[in-house]
């Protein structure tokens, strides 16, 4: 028994080594793999121009809601939703009538107390010079010259209730705080207001607008610099798009933030545009571009020549004897079909646009004939 065990464990041996010789003579017949055919350009030095892209929302750059100091009802509106208006015009008015009888009150009141603030300043006078001979008694001397105080008290108290209740008859108008654009009213005629709660419209400037954006702290010196810069109007370094159509004006930075914001570590840049024809509302979604300032000469291949490994990017570059470099490098902006390389490559050095799915390191290649030599 043992001895049918051990021939067949010589058997299954001698199988597998023949099996091996056979695939290694089958493999030196076949010989090298076969070259790779491809397609190569030549790494080429251009001059850079591209936009980088930022989200941003129209604002503007004075804005106030308009909310009554009196409650009431409004009695009129004196302008039309939409237009435009100047600062000081009129645009409410809220029921005075009760507002100016209690100011008519008011000033009655206070009349009576200067009246009465008269006589007690007269027995005052009077019973200080009865004082000097002597022919009145001390206490009835200091009781008016107590009231005489009280008096000039009362008629301060009156006096402030007075400009008070002027106030809210003035505020029963309410005019526009600023030259700008007024919305479209949330109140009609009729309608019962609440000091201090109602919102009855919104008005804000429409020319020039502001354009609000974030970017990312580590480009803080590079907007700075731009914002000295007196040159980036009229080289339209910023200008903004609604898809496809481009606002045909560039814009300026007014304004870099005070702080940037730690939990998205961004700050909020404002580019200022001229809107004669009032084309840009608050509100508006945009696209702000800033033109690159990436130095000239950089090298750019075609994007499909690079590949990605874990987060890394390579090109293959021709070498000696038709074999092939895989070389690691860094990408920058995408330009069109192109792309910038930032290191890695030099000018001059041929890459490997079309096939690099099948290649390796050190692959033998066959150049097409549609090669850009």
Do not use: W
């Not at 409004?74 to 029921?95: A, E, M, N, P």
Request: aromatic fraction near 6%; charge should be positive.
């Amino acid at each position: 028994m043992k001895l049918k065990n051990i021939n067949r464990l010589f058997i299954f041996a001698l199988t597998i080594l023949l099996a091996a010789c056979g695939t290694k003579n089958a493999q030196q017949q076949q010989g090298p793999p076969p070259a790779v055919p491809v397609t190569i350009e030549t790494a080429a030095v251009a001059d850079a121009v591209f936009n980088d892209e930022y989200p941003g929302t129209v604002n503007a750059l004075d804005q106030i809601s308009l909310t009554p100091q009196v409650t009431g009802y409004i009695t009129g509106i004196y302008f039309k939703d939409g237009q435009k208006v100047t600062k000081g015009q009129r645009l409410y008015s809220i029921d005075a009538q009760i507002y100016k009888a209690n100011y008519g009150q008011a000033v009655a009141d206070l009349q009576v107390q200067e009246a009465n603030l008269v006589k007690a300043q007269q027995d005052a006078n009077r019973y200080n010079e009865l004082l000097k001979n002597d022919a009145i008694a001390k206490q009835q001397v200091d009781y008016a010259n107590a009231n005489l105080i009280v008096m000039q008290k009362q008629v301060a108290a009156a006096k402030a209730n007075v400009a008070s209740l002027h106030s809210n008859v003035q505020f029963t108008t309410i005019y526009s705080p600023l030259t700008g654009t007024i919305g479209i009213s949330q109140v009609k005629k009729g309608t019962s207001v609440v000091a201090g709660q109602t919102v009855l419209n919104t008005v804000s400037t429409n020319n020039p607008i502001a354009v609000d954006f974030n970017v990312d702290q580590k480009n803080i010196f590079r907007f700075g610099e731009l914002q000295q810069d007196k040159n980036n109007l009229t080289d339209s370094i910023f200008t903004i798009a609604f898809g496809d159509e481009v606002y045909p004006y560039a814009g300026n930075i007014s304004l870099i933030d005070r702080a940037v914001d730690p939990q998205t570590g961004t700050i909020r840049v404002r580019l200022v545009f001229k809107n004669d024809k009032d084309l840009l509302k608050p509100g508006m979604n945009t696209t702000v571009r800033v033109k690159n300032n990436s130095p000239k000469n950089s090298i750019m291949i075609p994007n499909k020549a690079l590949t990605e490994l874990l987060g890394e990017y390579f090109v293959y570059v021709l070498g000696d004897s038709s074999k092939v470099n895989q070389r690691k490098v860094l990408p920058g902006q995408a330009i069109g079909g192109n792309i910038i390389i930032k290191y890695g490559l030099k000018a001059g050095e041929k890459i490997v646009v079309e096939g690099v799915q099948n290649l390796h390191e050190g692959s033998l290649v066959k150049i097409s004939s549609d090669s850009t030599k």
